[in-house]
């Protein structure tokens, strides 16, 4: 028997590198999950939740709807998140709407809507994406950085005032991990992702970036019951590379 027998999933960035990762994971464990994303056409799941989560109303529905769809919600994982770049004199009013909007309103809004219903039914487990870059400054991509250093602070504060109700609230902290948004980063800039990707891994101690499934694990690992002890804890999953 999974891990994840008889048990409920929200993940959003479904269709995302560490999205699908983790709807792939939590299904081959036994979880029936809703994929949320903008495009969830290609995503093999139980329910599937097509949407944009800055539309306000979206957002704030998505618990409901998923626990509509898979009879319960036991785990929600808020994974969908944007990189801008660039220093603040670089940011345009569109892409601080555009980061604090995906990175932390929708967190925010998909978050206050599960815990009533989590509570309700004796309790569940939240998991957030956050990022290195949000627990020490990064270079060039300030509002991304201060994106996920509200997630990860939003993160702390919940798990501690949600915890009596049943309900762990942890986040992970990746460094790079390879996926779209990574590789179309380097593509934008003019060079080759792949190139990029292993030059990029001489500079991790492990010797290599992330893959998706590596950051994955971790995320399962916080919405299991063997981390029923962890709550309000931001686990960083770097290879052990600083932020540079
Ligand atoms: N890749 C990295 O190096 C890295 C490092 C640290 C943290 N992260 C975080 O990991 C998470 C997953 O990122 P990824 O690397 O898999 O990137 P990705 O770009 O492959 O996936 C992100 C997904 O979020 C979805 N999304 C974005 N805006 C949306 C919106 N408005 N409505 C609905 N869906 C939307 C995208 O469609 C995409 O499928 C993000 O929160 C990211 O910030 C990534």
Known sequence: MGRFQDKTALVTGAAGGIGAAVV??????????????????????????????????YADGLPAAAARALGRLDIVVNNAGVIT?????????????????????????ITRAAIPLMAAQGGGSIVNTASCWGLRPGPGHAVYCMSKAALASLTQCMGMDHAAQGIRI????????NTPMLRTGFAKR???PDTAVAELGKTVPLGRIAEPEDIAEVILFLASDAARYVCGAVYEVNGAKAVA
Do not use: Q, Y
Request: proline share 6%; no cysteine; aromatic share 4%.
């Open 170 to 177: 942890n986040a992970v902290a990746p460094n790079e991990v």
């Open 24 to 57: 792939r994971m939590l299904r081959a464990e036994g979880a029936r999950v809703a994929a949320a994303d903008r495009d969830v056409s290609a995503v093999e799941a139980e329910a599937h939740l097509p949407g944009n989560l800055l539309e306000p109303a």
């Open 85 to 109: 770049r660039g220093k603040v004199t670089e940011t345009s009013d569109e892409d601080w709407a555009l980061t604090l909007g995906v990175n932390i309103e929708a967190p925010f809004r």
């Open 190 to 192: 003019g060079f080759d």
